[in-house]
RNA sequence: GGAGACUUCGCCUAGUCUGGUCUAUGGCGCCGCACUGCUAAUGCGGUUGGGGUCUUAAAGCCCCUCCCGGGUUCGAAUCCCGGAGUCUCCGCCA
């Protein structure tokens, strides 16, 4: 959300749409400068009609029989005004908050303008891309050979982009997520396993609705929502309230189920794990204090443990900032970091980090104590850690060494029981210790 | 799923039956001042949050805010309806 008390500055109204159109987003600021003009009219309507109404009771309820007889028709006239004008506010208000709701955070200066992702800027690439030979499988082969995924049999039931990851492929999911989420604990975040289905407040507190209801899967008969990322769960886990300083920073590490509706995707990436309704995400968010230098270096350091986990499982990556035209309504700055996918003989995101500045703290009401002593919004920012299946296409597809059989980079293999490499002859019982119940 | 109790300005709490100086009580915490060699204790004062208006600014004035939304009424923390949440008991369940 942003500040609507700032669009009585016309330059801020002139700038919110400039945003908007460098974030290709249907927004008009001047109907909002509008709206919000309006209702500060009819406030000051409502306050007056209301204090005369005041006096007129407080008149009446002193009064003695005569009088009130005379007082009648004034305070029954008065008492009209009111609730016709409350009406008016009620509607006023409602405009305010629907176009507020639309309206787009400012991006941060720095990031670049322009439309597509060919506009982003690539800031730096890490690890040398593997191109595909002749010999090479791309995952869902690879998959197949392994045993790892159950696609037609999932689809069956479960329709289009629902996966089964069976076997070795389960496993392997679960050690990339579990070394991810090993990672952020080590580095002080606290892991949280939260609620995936909520309440739409939480869904328009992050800043999903109401622009990306179509998104979102709607879970029950009593108006809640799947989320398609923790964050929105773990960033409304301080809803409504005043964080006293010293327990900022705040940072999760969130691991979750993830469900996407995939709306407008229609038809691409239809084949393999890359695009599905369901999946496994370790989530990073940071609530901080309202400063842009902080904020900037927070984002950095969420952005680094990203890199770390790619790097410790020696996968080729780039990072870029996205321009504009590819950032969501609230972001202010954003990176995406791509991953290399032979197959595609590209690189595609597999993380995505972004910083918000006040705007979902503003929806969602989440202030702290500040040194002066009052309350101000908090900054929040977040960023994937690691994401199965998507994270498994470049994690089979770059380390495959021939007739199907995949190498398990090392740092992951503390989480496969120590297994160095993998092929269709693997049990699965080898990536799990020996256990005996007691 | 059934029955009941509850939700008050950071936290706890009085007030709700019997609508109106509730312009919301008291305690804790916090802030300021006094006292004190320092700390503690004590005393006095202050302390919900939002909006409108005025102003260079501050102060002031006005309105809203007793979980949320409606209703009744001249007037609602208080009465009625709907929703959310918490707790207790029963049922079911991993």
């Not at 999932?154 to 982009?161: E, I, L």
């Not at 997520?177 to 507190?205: I, T, W």
């Not at 702290?368 to 299946?389: I, Q």
């Amino acid at each position: 959300m942003i500040n609507v008390q700032l669009l009585r500055d016309p330059s801020f109204v002139e700038k919110l749409g400039l945003a908007a159109k460098q974030k290709r987003l249907d927004f008009d600021a001047d109907q909002l400068a509008a709206a919000f003009e309006n209702r500060r009219r009819i406030v000051g309507l409502v306050d007056e009609a209301r204090a005369r109404q005041k006096s007129l009771s407080n008149r009446f309820r002193d009064a003695d029989h005569e009088t009130r007889a005379g007082l009648q028709d004034q305070i029954s006239r008065a008492s009209d005004e009111v609730k016709v004008l409350t009406a008016q506010l009620n509607a006023a208000e409602a405009q305010v908050q629907g176009l507020a709701l639309r309206a787009p955070n400012l991006p941060d200066p720095t990031a670049p303008v322009g439309t597509t992702d060919e506009d982003n800027d690539v800031i730096r690439h890490w690890g040398e891309p593997r191109r595909m030979e002749p010999d090479m499988l791309d995952h869902v082969e690879l998959a197949r050979r392994l045993e790892l995924v159950e696609f037609d049999r999932a689809q069956k039931f479960a329709g289009s982009r629902s996966i089964a990851l069976t076997g070795n492929g389960a496993l392997l999911a679960r050690a990339v997520l579990a070394m991810a989420l090993d990672l952020l604990v080590v580095r002080g975040f606290r892991p949280v396993m939260p609620p995936v289905m909520v309440r739409e407040e939480a869904m328009v507190g992050t800043g999903y609705f109401p622009l990306g209801v179509d998104d979102a899967y709607k879970a029950d008969r009593e108006d809640r929502f799947l989320v398609g990322t923790s964050e929105v769960s773990l960033v409304s886990l301080h809803r409504d309230e005043v964080i006293p300083l010293s327990n900022l920073p705040i940072r999760y590490a969130g691991v979750s189920s993830c469900f996407r509706r995939e709306a407008g995707s229609h038809g691409r990436d239809t084949r393999g794990l890359y695009r599905v309704h369901q999946f496994e995400k370790v989530e990073q968010v940071s609530i901080i204090e309202a400063d842009d230098e902080l904020s900037a270096r927070e984002q950095l350091a969420l952005l680094d443990n990203s890199e770390t986990v790619l790097k410790a499982l020696e996968l080729p990556y780039r990072v870029a900032v996205a321009c504009t035209g590819e950032m969501g309504q609230g972001q202010r700055l954003k990176y995406e970091v791509e991953t290399w996918m032979p197959s595609r003989a590209a690189y595609a995101e597999t993380h995505s980090c972004s910083s918000f500045g006040d705007f979902q703290a503003r929806r969602s009401n989440i202030r702290y104590r500040t040194s002066a002593g009052d309350a101000a919004f908090a900054y929040t920012l977040n960023n994937t850690a690691v994401a199965a299946p998507r994270i498994l296409i470049p994690l089979l597809e770059h380390h495959q060494q021939g007739e199907g059989s995949v190498r398990i980079p090392r740092a992951l293999r503390p989480y496969v029981n120590g297994l160095s490499s993998l092929d269709a002859g693997t049990s699965y019982s080898e990536l799990v210790p020996a256990y005996a119940p007691a």
